[in-house]
């Protein structure tokens, strides 16, 4: 992927997270390196206690390391104070939870503009935004519909829309399909690959389902504190 691509959308560099366990420490990562280019669709598979939340949680921002490097596009985010990090998640990242994490008082679309007007764009410009990738997902007329009045699966692609809303550079996604039956996993995860292949965004989605991970670009893993490349 990395061919043509001037430089990775998220780049971990020898990256360490360790945390106090006992009279020492607990490592999780011993190292870690991993490389995301724009429009890359890399799945994480690892088993629970491997470090696959700290991963997620270095990589977006939510977890300064130990050692090493954290890249967003160019900038180095590791010496970045709270005031910096937070406007990279904001400006830069997208997250999904396997949770919608949606605000029940407020429509579909109105979750969807909230994050664009925190982040300071006209309400006018925030609500066609909205409209427009609310449709694109196939929501189109679900528009002024609360979270409680929608199923499991257009409440996560709500959240898929308000995740890309701010036309991040990487969305980060936590097992975004691990609450939903079978058939609507299948048709959720459709509108993520679709979304992100439109937006040209690099994506990182740490799922336990082996077949769609297996319809990703690249599967990737945690050994030993480090990440590695799956076949």
């Given at each position: 992927m990395s061919s043509g691509q001037s430089q990775p959308a998220l780049f971990l560099s020898k990256v360490e997270r360790r945390y106090p366990q006992g009279e020492g420490f607990l490592e999780v990562l011993r190292g870690a390196d991993l490389a995301i280019w724009p429009g890359e669709?890399?799945?994480?598979?690892a088993p629970s206690g491997t470090g696959k939340s700290t991963l997620l949680h270095v990589a977006g921002l939510l977890e300064k390391p130990d050692g090493g490097e954290v890249y967003v596009g160019a900038q180095p985010t590791a010496g970045m104070n709270d005031h910096e990090r937070t406007r990279i998640r904001r400006e830069e990242l997208g997250f999904?939870?396997?949770?919608?994490?949606?605000?029940?008082e407020f429509s579909a679309l109105e979750n969807v503009v909230i994050p664009q007007l925190i982040r300071g764009l006209p309400k006018a410009e925030a609500r066609e935004r909205g409209e427009q990738i609310l449709t694109f997902l196939g929501l189109g007329k679900r528009?002024?519909?609360?979270?409680g009045e929608l199923s499991g699966g257009e409440q996560q692609?709500?959240?898929?829309?308000?995740?890309?809303?701010?036309?991040?550079?990487?969305?980060?996604?936590?097992?975004?399909?691990?609450?939903?039956?079978?058939n609507t996993a299948d048709r959720v995860f459709q509108t993520l690959v679709s979304i992100v292949r439109a937006s040209k965004l690099a994506?990182?989605?740490?799922?336990?389902?082996?077949?769609?991970a297996a319809r990703m670009d690249r599967r990737?893993?945690?050994?030993?504190?480090l990440i590695v490349q799956l076949r």
């Amino acid at each position: 992927m990395s061919s043509g691509q001037s430089q990775p959308a998220l780049f971990l560099s020898k990256v360490e997270r360790r945390y106090p366990q006992g009279e020492g420490f607990l490592e999780v990562l011993r190292g870690a390196d991993l490389a995301i280019w724009p429009g890359e669709i890399v799945a994480l598979i690892a088993p629970s206690g491997t470090g696959k939340s700290t991963l997620l949680h270095v990589a977006g921002l939510l977890e300064k390391p130990d050692g090493g490097e954290v890249y967003v596009g160019a900038q180095p985010t590791a010496g970045m104070n709270d005031h910096e990090r937070t406007r990279i998640r904001r400006e830069e990242l997208g997250f999904v939870y396997q949770f919608h994490h949606l605000l029940p008082e407020f429509s579909a679309l109105e979750n969807v503009v909230i994050p664009q007007l925190i982040r300071g764009l006209p309400k006018a410009e925030a609500r066609e935004r909205g409209e427009q990738i609310l449709t694109f997902l196939g929501l189109g007329k679900r528009l002024e519909n609360r979270p409680g009045e929608l199923s499991g699966g257009e409440q996560q692609r709500v959240a898929i829309a308000r995740a890309v809303a701010n036309a991040p550079r990487l969305l980060l996604a936590d097992e975004p399909t691990g609450n939903l039956d079978p058939n609507t996993a299948d048709r959720v995860f459709q509108t993520l690959v679709s979304i992100v292949r439109a937006s040209k965004l690099a994506a990182l989605i740490a799922t336990h389902n082996l077949d769609l991970a297996a319809r990703m670009d690249r599967r990737v893993t945690i050994r030993d504190g480090l990440i590695v490349q799956l076949r």
